[in-house]
């Protein structure tokens, strides 16, 4: 588009929206494409309806009143059944379509009754666009709203009345003499005029958008701005030759099988939907694991107060969250990031709310929120920043979710993780500043078998007079067992294997949580296993609105004299062989409830020695509750004859005959549970 018409474009902006003058960047841009996109389309609507309108036969009405309803009624089943599909254009940009198999419906209807048919679409989008302006809650969603109305109507009407005007043209006739091609060619021509002509109307409002100096898309991510709108328009055009099909169908066979057609349509469009609906959450989930895994190792691997927390969280944490706009705020007004970088910030009543309550809040679109809002285009999602030890709220995460707002809960469980480790990122300052011992907690998350193993010590630590050997099964991607060796000071280590309840994403998630908080409070409280239970409980509980607990065995270790300081979490009792007292052993059972259950628990802290040959087996329920094929369990009985013959193996060899003796017993039967195995074996001498 011209220099000239943009500037009148802006010009008309400037009066429409109040501030529009400091308004920069791609909202500038999209601003002046919506508006530009109604002047442009408003006439070429208003023709087409006044077209149609003198087209339209009203005996066709009457007469066929009937297969038009039921016409309608598939079409509003097919847009109910539709998908998204959106791409990263740039990191943190996001473009999104829509589609459907509709055009089953839709131009099969024209060519089988004529263009009295099109009021279908019409009729259709115009109660469409009226639930989009009920639900716009600015003039921004209503322009873009309108804008979306005036090219689909006029492109799509116009077009299927110059596709029906050639039509007749050729000979064509409602509905087609049959399913011959001699027959439907009047049929293909039209339809292709029918799918082409759209395209090219809708292209003045592309090229006014995507050649806007204010979008500041680089040359790289243009290529991928074209490849993207090249889809969203050839959608249509893949539908067509099963368009033509369909009714040349319906004249051949008649009505029967062409809803046969239309019902194989339908089931694949439902399939379709439901995919699409996954394939949006799994890419979801794994772009928040994938932000929130390298922002942890991030933060472990740079030293506190090298690097602020705003570069951190704009490096890792923008386009965390697809489609939303994110905003990060320390109270009371540090802002440490604001994705993307022209969404208006929340009001002070937010995070007024925020400070004062200090809880997570859900909120779908069109739900009160407790400061009197209801935000009928998003949902809303707000996380508190609490401090590690005191439970002040240090700030806040606001989330604002406009595609598929009903469907907020999905990124909770991500936006609490980011919470936490901005608290532990800002406890880790702290703790740096007190004291140059202590070192930022790391944290780790998984969604895959690298991922989970990426959370696994990388190698055994060489500590002489000691082997330590583990090992995850899962069985899932995603687990929700844990194990981690914590090198403490002064030769002492810390052990910890722990089961997280649940599995999936959400598993992942919390166990990435509470290993981070265990590692942070173990080294505040290296010989105080108790304490380290404590403090993580109440954290847990604090930052989690989530119903899921963790059992967990954690014990301080000295590699110098085998004194062994742990606390059990509701933990499977570790075994603790005396190879050289003939086979004996002691159990080391629970010394509390699990974590995350109740905000006062106390865990007893116990004492042994591991004496020189021993050996400490812990595991997870996983390998007592694996089952066989009659679905009997492994159990404890059988684990214990198993590892009280292996402890006079190396502890390779005692770890890999245990997990074989489970697998062995398993069989064909599907692993239900991780299981998890970690060996400490004492030196003979």
């Given at each position: 588009m011209g220099r000239g018409v943009r500037q009148l474009i802006e010009r008309l902006a400037t009066r429409l929206w109040p501030g529009f003058e400091t308004v920069t960047g791609r909202e500038r841009a999209v601003r002046t494409g919506d508006l530009f996109g109604v002047l442009y389309a408003a006439p070429l609507t208003a023709v087409a309806l006044v077209w149609l309108a003198a087209v339209t036969d009203t005996t066709v009405l009457r007469t066929s009143w009937a297969p038009l309803i039921l016409l309608f009624a598939l079409v509003y089943a097919l847009r109910r059944l539709d998908f998204i599909s959106y791409t990263e254009i740039e990191r943190g940009v996001h473009a999104s379509f829509g589609g459907s198999a509709e055009d089953m419906v839709r131009w099969p209807a024209a060519l089988m009754f004529g263009p009295t048919a099109l009021w279908m679409y019409v009729f259709w989008r115009t109660f469409s666009m009226a639930g989009d302006l009920r639900r716009a809650d600015s003039l921004e969603l209503r322009l873009t709203a309108a804008r979306s109305y005036a090219v689909e109507i006029g492109g799509d009407t116009l077009a299927g009345i110059a596709a029906l005007?050639?039509?007749?043209?050729?000979?064509?006739?409602?509905?087609?003499?049959?399913?011959?091609?001699?027959?439907?060619?009047?049929?293909?021509?039209?339809?292709?005029?029918?799918?082409?002509?759209?395209?090219?109307?809708?292209?003045?409002?592309?090229?006014?958008?995507?050649?806007?100096?204010?979008?500041?898309?680089?040359k790289a991510a243009m290529p991928k701005v074209w490849k993207f709108m090249w889809f969203a328009a050839s959608w249509p055009l893949l539908v067509a030759p099963f368009a033509v099909f369909a009714t040349g169908l319906y004249a051949e066979k008649g009505v029967v099988a062409y809803l046969f057609i239309i019902g194989g349509t339908l089931f694949a469009s439902a399939l379709a939907h439901r995919m699409s609906r996954f394939v949006e959450l799994s890419t979801d989930r794994g772009r928040e694991l994938r932000s929130l895994v390298q922002l942890g190792w991030a933060v472990a691997d740079i030293p506190p107060g090298t690097v602020s927390l705003e570069t951190l969280l704009d490096e890792y944490a923008r386009g965390m969250f697809a489609m939303c706009s994110l905003n990060v705020r320390l109270f009371p007004d540090r802002t440490l990031l604001n994705d993307p970088d022209y969404?208006?910030?929340?009001?002070?009543?937010?995070?007024?709310?925020?400070?004062?309550?200090?809880?997570?809040?859900?909120?779908?679109?069109?739900?009160?929120?407790?400061?009197?809002?209801?935000?009928?285009?998003?949902?809303?999602?707000?996380?508190?920043?609490?401090?590690?030890?005191?439970?002040?709220?240090?700030?806040?995460?606001?989330?604002?979710?406009?595609?598929?707002?009903?469907?907020?809960?999905?990124?909770?469980?991500?936006?609490?993780?980011?919470?936490?480790?901005?608290?532990?990122?800002?406890?880790?300052?702290?703790?740096?500043?007190?004291?140059?011992?202590?070192?930022?907690?790391?944290?780790?998350?998984?969604?895959?078998?690298?991922?989970?193993?990426?959370?696994?010590?990388?190698?055994?630590?060489?500590?002489?007079?000691?082997?330590?050997?583990?090992?995850?099964?899962?069985?899932?991607?995603?687990?929700?067992?844990?194990?981690?060796?914590?090198?403490?000071?002064?030769?002492?280590?810390?052990?910890?294997?722990?089961?997280?309840?649940?599995?999936?994403?959400?598993?992942?998630?919390?166990?990435?949580m509470v290993r981070t908080l265990i590692r942070t409070y173990a080294f505040e409280s290296e010989c105080e296993p108790g304490r380290v239970m404590e403090?993580?409980?109440?954290?847990?509980?604090?930052?989690?609105?989530?119903?899921?607990?963790?059992?967990?065995?954690?014990?301080?270790?000295?590699?110098?004299?085998?004194?062994?300081?742990?606390?059990?979490?509701?933990?499977?009792?570790?075994?603790?062989?005396?190879?050289?007292?003939?086979?004996?052993?002691e159990e080391l059972r629970a010394t509390g409830i699990p974590l995350g259950m109740l905000e006062d628990s106390k865990w007893e802290q116990r004492e042994v020695v591991v004496r020189p040959g021993d050996r400490l087996l812990a595991y997870t329920d996983g390998a007592t509750d694996a089952v066989n094929e009659d679905d009997e369990p492994f159990g404890e009985v059988r684990l214990l004859e198993v590892a009280r013959h292996a402890a006079l193996l190396s502890p390779i060899e005692m770890r890999t005959t245990v997990l074989d003796s489970i697998k062995g017993f398993v069989g064909e039967a599907e692993q239900e549970d991780d299981i998890t195995i970690m060996i400490v074996a004492r030196d003979d001498a």
């Open positions: 005007m050639l039509y007749y043209r050729l000979g064509g006739i409602h509905p087609p003499a049959g399913l011959s091609l001699p027959a439907l060619v009047p049929a293909i021509l039209a339809t292709a005029v029918r799918f082409i002509v759209p395209v090219v109307i809708s292209m003045p409002h592309l090229l006014m958008t995507t050649r806007s100096p204010d979008l500041g898309f680089s969404a208006d910030p929340p009001d002070d009543v937010v995070w007024d709310w925020l400070q004062a309550v200090g809880e997570t809040l859900v909120a779908p679109a069109r739900h009160a929120l407790p400061w009197g809002e209801t935000p009928r285009s998003y949902g809303t999602v707000l996380v508190p920043i609490q401090h590690t030890e005191t439970n002040e709220i240090l700030g806040g995460i606001a989330i604002r979710k406009r595609v598929r707002p009903e469907h907020v809960d999905d990124i909770v469980h991500a936006a609490e993780s980011l919470a936490t480790q901005i608290a532990a990122v800002l406890h880790g300052e702290e703790v740096y500043e007190r004291t140059i011992h202590t070192m930022l907690a790391e944290e780790e998350l998984a969604v895959a078998a690298d991922m989970q193993a990426s959370l696994m010590p990388s190698k055994a630590p060489d500590v002489p007079g000691w082997e330590f050997k583990a090992i995850i099964d899962s069985a899932r991607q995603a687990s929700g067992d844990f194990v981690d060796l914590i090198p403490l000071s002064d030769g002492k280590w810390g052990l910890l294997i722990a089961d997280v309840s649940g599995k999936g994403v959400a598993a992942a998630l919390y166990m990435a403090n993580a409980n109440r954290r847990i509980l604090s930052d989690s609105s989530d119903d899921s607990y963790v059992t967990a065995f954690y014990a301080v270790l000295e590699s110098a004299t085998g004194r062994m300081c742990y606390a059990n979490a509701g933990h499977n009792a570790p075994y603790l062989f005396r190879v050289f007292d003939g086979g004996e052993f």
